[in-house]
């Protein structure tokens, strides 16, 4: 069964930093990109980045948002996936959601598997 | 950045109805389209890849089509427990946007 478990959420102050982490179990890691969307409280669904897997060289993809300030990172040793975030905004309270995504026959990836989100609150 | 626009925000319907969604990209994105499903407090759930093929598992009164720049969800009979907010995201170009959602409540 594929399972992935965010942790690392909380509150920090504007300007702070936060890492949030995503376990992954019951599939291959390092086949699969994954990616990390957010949803701030009563909004929509927001897209923050992917990477790519060890076969496209670990490459990654940032919103305009939050390029330059988020890091996407993973260690398929561990199954684990990791957003390093700095320079926090107000505006970057959200749930954060870990998602693996799949290939499907056209070679797009879909995220088909999403972790239950952590929650992370900027605020002074 | 490829917009995605959604109609209708929330519509009410009975069960049983067949209700359409509606996803237009600001340009073409050949079939690189998903839709989730969303429910109060859950993470997303795929429902269809590709803009028409069936995610396992999902109920068939699913369905998806279009390509392009135009896409419907449909849900051809509509159950209590289908209550959620639906997605699209375009899969086509960085960044992969998503739609704002359309709320779908029980009449």
């Known amino acids: 069964e594929v399972q992935l478990v965010e942790s690392g959420g909380g509150l920090v102050q504007p300007g702070g930093s936060l890492r949030l982490s995503c376990a992954a179990s019951?599939?291959?890691?390092?086949?699969?990109?994954m990616d990390w969307v957010r949803q701030a409280p009563g909004k929509g669904l927001e897209w923050v980045g992917r990477t790519r897997n060890k076969a496209n060289s670990y490459t990654t993809e940032y919103a305009a948002s939050v390029k330059g300030r988020f890091t996407i990172s993973r260690d398929d040793s561990k199954s684990s996936l990791y957003l390093q975030m700095n320079s926090l905004k107000t505006e970057d309270t959200a749930v954060y959601y870990c998602?693996?995504?799949?290939?499907?026959?056209?070679?797009?990836?879909?995220?088909?598997?999403w972790g239950q989100g952590t929650l992370v609150t900027v605020s002074s | 950045a490829i917009q995605l626009t959604q109609s209708p925000s929330s519509l009410s319907a009975s069960v049983g109805d067949r209700v359409t969604i509606t996803c237009r990209a600001s340009q073409g994105i050949s079939s690189a389209l998903a839709w989730y499903q969303q429910k109060p407090g859950k993470a997303p759930k795929l429902l269809i890849y590709d803009a028409s093929s069936l995610e396992s598992g999902v109920p068939s009164r699913f369905s998806g089509s279009g390509s392009g720049t135009d896409f419907t969800l449909t849900i051809s009979s509509l159950q209590p427990e289908d209550i959620a907010t639906y997605y699209c995201q375009q899969f086509s170009s960085y960044p992969q946007t998503f739609g704002p959602g359309t709320k779908v409540d029980i009449k």
């Open positions: 019951g599939f291959t890691f390092s086949d699969h990109y």
């Open positions: 998602a693996r995504d799949r290939r499907d026959r056209t070679g797009s990836w879909y995220s088909d598997y």
